[in-house]
Protein backbone atom coordinates (compact mmCIF):
# COMPACT_ATOMS: atom_id res chain seq x y z
CA UNK A 1 0.00 0.00 0.00
CA UNK A 2 1.16 3.35 -0.97
CA UNK A 3 2.27 5.80 1.50
CA UNK A 4 -0.12 9.08 1.52
CA UNK A 5 1.24 12.17 0.50
CA UNK A 6 -0.84 14.32 1.81
CA UNK A 7 -4.20 14.25 4.69
CA UNK A 8 -6.92 16.52 3.45
CA UNK A 9 -8.84 17.74 6.98
CA UNK A 10 -12.57 18.47 6.41
CA UNK A 11 -14.01 20.54 9.62
CA UNK A 12 -17.14 21.83 10.39
CA UNK A 13 -17.42 25.88 11.01
CA UNK A 14 -19.31 25.89 14.09
CA UNK A 15 -19.75 29.97 13.57
CA UNK A 16 -21.55 29.86 10.37
CA UNK A 17 -24.45 27.19 10.10
CA UNK A 18 -23.37 24.30 6.92
CA UNK A 19 -19.81 26.01 6.34
CA UNK A 20 -16.76 23.73 6.06
CA UNK A 21 -13.20 24.61 5.78
CA UNK A 22 -10.90 21.98 3.65
CA UNK A 23 -7.28 22.20 4.94
CA UNK A 24 -4.42 19.83 3.19
CA UNK A 25 -1.58 18.67 5.54
CA UNK A 26 1.57 17.62 4.52
CA UNK A 27 2.02 14.24 7.42
CA UNK A 28 5.64 14.22 6.64
CA UNK A 29 6.44 18.09 7.81
CA UNK A 30 3.09 18.14 10.37
CA UNK A 31 2.56 14.67 11.57
CA UNK A 32 6.23 12.88 10.98
CA UNK A 33 5.70 10.67 8.30
CA UNK A 34 4.56 10.12 4.47
CA UNK A 35 0.84 10.86 2.89
CA UNK A 36 -1.84 10.17 -1.38
CA UNK A 37 -4.49 12.74 -2.04
CA UNK A 38 -7.97 11.83 -2.99
CA UNK A 39 -10.25 13.46 -4.60
CA UNK A 40 -12.75 14.71 -2.04
CA UNK A 41 -17.13 14.60 -2.68
CA UNK A 42 -18.76 16.97 -0.41
CA UNK A 43 -22.38 17.30 -0.16
CA UNK A 44 -24.91 19.98 1.59
CA UNK A 45 -27.78 19.46 3.19
CA UNK A 46 -29.93 20.10 0.40
CA UNK A 47 -28.38 17.26 -1.59
CA UNK A 48 -25.81 19.42 -3.84
CA UNK A 49 -22.68 17.65 -4.59
CA UNK A 50 -19.09 18.56 -5.65
CA UNK A 51 -15.85 16.99 -6.48
CA UNK A 52 -13.12 18.44 -5.21
CA UNK A 53 -9.58 17.95 -6.56
CA UNK A 54 -6.90 18.84 -4.45
CA UNK A 55 -3.94 18.38 -6.51
CA UNK A 56 -4.82 20.96 -8.97
CA UNK A 57 -7.68 23.04 -7.05
CA UNK A 58 -10.24 22.22 -10.19
CA UNK A 59 -14.32 21.53 -9.14
CA UNK A 60 -16.44 19.60 -10.87
CA UNK A 61 -20.20 19.97 -10.14
CA UNK A 62 -21.90 16.72 -9.75
CA UNK A 63 -25.59 15.86 -10.25
CA UNK A 64 -27.50 16.45 -6.77
CA UNK A 65 -27.06 13.05 -4.82
CA UNK A 66 -30.91 13.00 -3.36
CA UNK A 67 -33.60 14.83 -1.51
CA UNK A 68 -32.69 17.98 0.71
CA UNK A 69 -31.59 16.30 4.15
CA UNK A 70 -31.13 13.15 3.66
CA UNK A 71 -27.27 13.36 2.71
CA UNK A 72 -26.59 13.81 6.06
CA UNK A 73 -27.88 10.41 7.04
CA UNK A 74 -25.13 9.00 4.48
CA UNK A 75 -22.20 6.86 4.58
CA UNK A 76 -19.87 6.11 1.48
CA UNK A 77 -16.96 3.80 0.38
CA UNK A 78 -15.14 4.18 -2.93
CA UNK A 79 -14.75 1.31 -4.85
CA UNK A 80 -12.23 1.12 -8.08
CA UNK A 81 -12.80 -0.80 -11.04
CA UNK A 82 -10.15 -2.06 -13.02
CA UNK A 83 -12.28 -2.36 -15.30
CA UNK A 84 -12.73 0.79 -16.05
CA UNK A 85 -10.13 2.62 -18.33
CA UNK A 86 -11.39 6.42 -17.45
CA UNK A 87 -11.88 7.57 -14.02
CA UNK A 88 -11.81 3.99 -12.55
CA UNK A 89 -13.43 4.98 -9.12
CA UNK A 90 -16.88 4.90 -8.16
CA UNK A 91 -18.59 6.08 -5.02
CA UNK A 92 -21.30 3.89 -3.25
CA UNK A 93 -23.54 5.62 -1.06
CA UNK A 94 -26.53 4.58 1.15
CA UNK A 95 -28.84 5.82 4.02
CA UNK A 96 -26.96 4.01 7.32
CA UNK A 97 -30.06 4.84 9.35
CA UNK A 98 -32.74 3.32 6.89
CA UNK A 99 -30.68 1.38 4.84
CA UNK A 100 -32.95 2.92 2.18
CA UNK A 101 -31.39 5.30 -1.27
CA UNK A 102 -28.57 2.33 -2.26
CA UNK A 103 -26.70 4.29 -5.13
CA UNK A 104 -23.39 4.64 -6.89
CA UNK A 105 -21.95 7.44 -8.40
CA UNK A 106 -19.82 6.56 -11.61
CA UNK A 107 -18.36 8.04 -14.73
CA UNK A 108 -20.49 6.11 -17.17
CA UNK A 109 -22.08 7.08 -21.10
CA UNK A 110 -25.03 9.27 -20.14
CA UNK A 111 -26.74 9.99 -23.73
CA UNK A 112 -23.61 9.79 -25.30
CA UNK A 113 -21.98 11.85 -23.56
CA UNK A 114 -19.10 10.57 -20.66
CA UNK A 115 -20.22 12.48 -17.18
CA UNK A 116 -20.96 11.75 -13.53
CA UNK A 117 -24.33 9.85 -12.96
CA UNK A 118 -25.65 8.83 -9.38
CA UNK A 119 -27.18 4.85 -10.39
CA UNK A 120 -29.74 3.37 -7.96
CA UNK A 121 -28.56 0.14 -7.19
CA UNK A 122 -30.56 -3.04 -5.85
CA UNK A 123 -31.79 -2.55 -2.10
CA UNK A 124 -30.42 -5.20 0.38
CA UNK A 125 -32.64 -8.09 1.14
CA UNK A 126 -33.79 -7.06 4.72
CA UNK A 127 -34.94 -3.92 3.42
CA UNK A 128 -38.46 -5.00 2.99
CA UNK A 129 -38.63 -6.79 6.10
CA UNK A 130 -40.93 -4.61 8.43
CA UNK A 131 -39.80 -6.48 11.37
CA UNK A 132 -35.87 -6.00 11.04
CA UNK A 133 -33.45 -2.97 12.44
CA UNK A 134 -32.54 -1.63 9.19
CA UNK A 135 -29.77 0.77 10.94
CA UNK A 136 -26.33 0.07 9.41
CA UNK A 137 -23.77 0.00 12.51
CA UNK A 138 -20.49 -0.71 10.81
CA UNK A 139 -19.16 -1.57 7.34
CA UNK A 140 -16.19 -2.06 5.10
CA UNK A 141 -14.89 -2.92 1.56
CA UNK A 142 -13.28 -6.57 1.67
CA UNK A 143 -10.05 -7.99 0.34
CA UNK A 144 -10.99 -8.91 -2.91
CA UNK A 145 -11.51 -5.05 -3.17
CA UNK A 146 -15.10 -4.87 -4.83
CA UNK A 147 -17.53 -6.69 -2.06
CA UNK A 148 -19.18 -4.17 0.58
CA UNK A 149 -19.96 -5.45 3.61
CA UNK A 150 -22.82 -4.04 6.26
CA UNK A 151 -23.68 -4.86 9.35
CA UNK A 152 -26.14 -4.47 12.02
CA UNK A 153 -29.21 -5.27 13.93
CA UNK A 154 -30.25 -7.25 10.42
CA UNK A 155 -27.35 -9.53 10.78
CA UNK A 156 -24.07 -9.02 8.12
CA UNK A 157 -24.90 -8.86 4.21
CA UNK A 158 -21.96 -8.39 1.68
CA UNK A 159 -22.83 -6.56 -1.87
CA UNK A 160 -20.78 -7.29 -4.89
CA UNK A 161 -20.26 -4.66 -6.66
CA UNK A 162 -19.18 -6.15 -10.17
CA UNK A 163 -22.81 -8.77 -10.04
CA UNK A 164 -24.89 -6.15 -8.02
CA UNK A 165 -26.10 -9.36 -5.98
CA UNK A 166 -26.95 -9.37 -2.48
CA UNK A 167 -25.73 -12.51 0.15
CA UNK A 168 -25.84 -12.88 3.49
CA UNK A 169 -22.67 -14.08 5.82
CA UNK A 170 -24.32 -14.86 8.82
CA UNK A 171 -27.15 -13.50 11.31
CA UNK A 172 -24.06 -12.15 13.02
CA UNK A 173 -22.93 -9.17 13.91
CA UNK A 174 -19.36 -7.48 12.80
CA UNK A 175 -17.71 -6.11 15.87
CA UNK A 176 -17.00 -2.12 14.89
CA UNK A 177 -19.02 0.64 15.03
CA UNK A 178 -18.94 2.58 11.81
CA UNK A 179 -16.20 1.84 8.88
CA UNK A 180 -13.65 -0.70 8.80
CA UNK A 181 -10.19 -0.44 6.88
CA UNK A 182 -8.70 -3.36 5.70
CA UNK A 183 -4.80 -3.14 6.04
CA UNK A 184 -2.93 -5.48 3.97
CA UNK A 185 0.70 -4.14 5.16
CA UNK A 186 -0.43 -5.66 8.64
CA UNK A 187 -1.60 -9.16 7.72
CA UNK A 188 -4.65 -8.44 6.08
CA UNK A 189 -6.64 -7.50 9.80
CA UNK A 190 -9.43 -4.63 9.95
CA UNK A 191 -9.09 -1.63 11.85
CA UNK A 192 -11.89 0.34 13.57
CA UNK A 193 -13.63 1.40 16.32
CA UNK A 194 -15.00 -0.80 18.88
CA UNK A 195 -18.75 -1.24 18.53
CA UNK A 196 -19.59 -1.49 22.45
CA UNK A 197 -16.38 0.94 23.27
CA UNK A 198 -15.89 3.26 20.55
CA UNK A 199 -13.22 4.90 22.30
CA UNK A 200 -11.09 1.71 21.69
CA UNK A 201 -9.49 0.27 18.64
CA UNK A 202 -9.86 -3.14 17.57
CA UNK A 203 -8.35 -5.57 14.85
CA UNK A 204 -10.43 -8.30 13.15
CA UNK A 205 -9.51 -10.85 10.72
CA UNK A 206 -12.54 -10.86 8.19
CA UNK A 207 -11.39 -13.35 5.33
CA UNK A 208 -11.75 -16.33 6.88
CA UNK A 209 -14.93 -17.68 5.41
CA UNK A 210 -17.90 -17.02 6.98
CA UNK A 211 -17.27 -17.93 10.44
CA UNK A 212 -18.32 -15.01 13.27
CA UNK A 213 -15.02 -12.67 13.45
CA UNK A 214 -12.80 -12.60 16.55
CA UNK A 215 -11.48 -9.62 18.06
CA UNK A 216 -7.89 -10.38 17.52
CA UNK A 217 -6.31 -7.03 19.42
CA UNK A 218 -7.40 -4.11 20.83
CA UNK A 219 -5.93 -1.10 22.19
CA UNK A 220 -7.58 1.43 24.72
CA UNK A 221 -8.01 5.04 23.06
CA UNK A 222 -8.19 8.63 24.29
CA UNK A 223 -9.63 8.96 27.98
CA UNK A 224 -11.43 12.29 28.50
CA UNK A 225 -10.16 14.01 31.78
CA UNK A 226 -13.68 14.47 32.82
CA UNK A 227 -15.65 11.27 31.61
CA UNK A 228 -19.08 12.69 32.93
CA UNK A 229 -18.78 16.30 31.05
CA UNK A 230 -17.39 14.75 27.74
CA UNK A 231 -19.79 12.86 25.35
CA UNK A 232 -17.91 11.56 22.57
CA UNK A 233 -19.88 12.03 18.81
CA UNK A 234 -17.92 10.76 16.26
CA UNK A 235 -14.66 9.16 15.58
CA UNK A 236 -12.89 8.72 12.34
CA UNK A 237 -9.59 6.63 11.50
CA UNK A 238 -7.46 6.76 8.45
CA UNK A 239 -4.44 4.69 7.86
CA UNK A 240 -1.60 6.92 6.65
CA UNK A 241 0.96 3.67 5.42
CA UNK A 242 3.65 3.05 7.34
CA UNK A 243 1.92 1.05 9.90
CA UNK A 244 0.74 4.36 11.44
CA UNK A 245 -2.83 5.28 11.70
CA UNK A 246 -4.76 9.49 12.15
CA UNK A 247 -7.45 8.84 14.40
CA UNK A 248 -10.01 12.10 15.02
CA UNK A 249 -12.55 12.32 17.81
CA UNK A 250 -15.28 15.27 18.31
CA UNK A 251 -16.55 15.37 21.82
CA UNK A 252 -19.44 17.83 23.25
CA UNK A 253 -18.18 19.23 26.45
CA UNK A 254 -21.41 20.03 29.14
CA UNK A 255 -20.09 21.98 31.87
CA UNK A 256 -21.84 24.41 34.13
CA UNK A 257 -21.38 28.47 34.75
CA UNK A 258 -23.40 29.48 37.52
CA UNK A 259 -25.74 27.15 37.86
CA UNK A 260 -26.59 27.30 33.77
CA UNK A 261 -25.89 24.36 31.69
CA UNK A 262 -22.37 25.29 28.54
CA UNK A 263 -22.39 23.39 25.85
CA UNK A 264 -18.88 23.63 23.86
CA UNK A 265 -17.14 21.17 21.26
CA UNK A 266 -13.50 19.50 21.42
CA UNK A 267 -11.50 17.76 19.16
CA UNK A 268 -8.66 14.72 19.75
CA UNK A 269 -6.23 13.42 17.39
CA UNK A 270 -3.47 11.38 17.11
Same mark, same amino acid.
Given at each position: ????????? *?????R #????????????????????????? *????????????????G?????????????????I???? +????????????????W??S??????VYC??A? #????????L??????Y????????????????????????G?G????? +?D????T????? +????S???L????L???????????????I?V????????P?????W????P??????????????????????????? #????Y???????R +?????W
Amino acid at each position: MMPRRFLNL *VMMDLR #VSGSYWLSRMKPEEDLFYSSTPPRV *VVADSAGHALLYDADDGSAEILPPINEAGESLSRISLRV +TNPKRAVRPDALYTINWSSSANFKSLVYCNAAD #VMAWRWLDLPEPPYFYDVKEDRTIHSHTLLGDGKTICFSGGFGTYCFD +TDSQEWTKAGSW +TLPFSGRALRVPELCNLYFGFHGSNTENLIAVELDGGDARPKVLHRWRGFCPPHQNEWSLRKSSLLYLGNYRFCIAKWY #VIYEYTMGLPLKR +TAFSTW
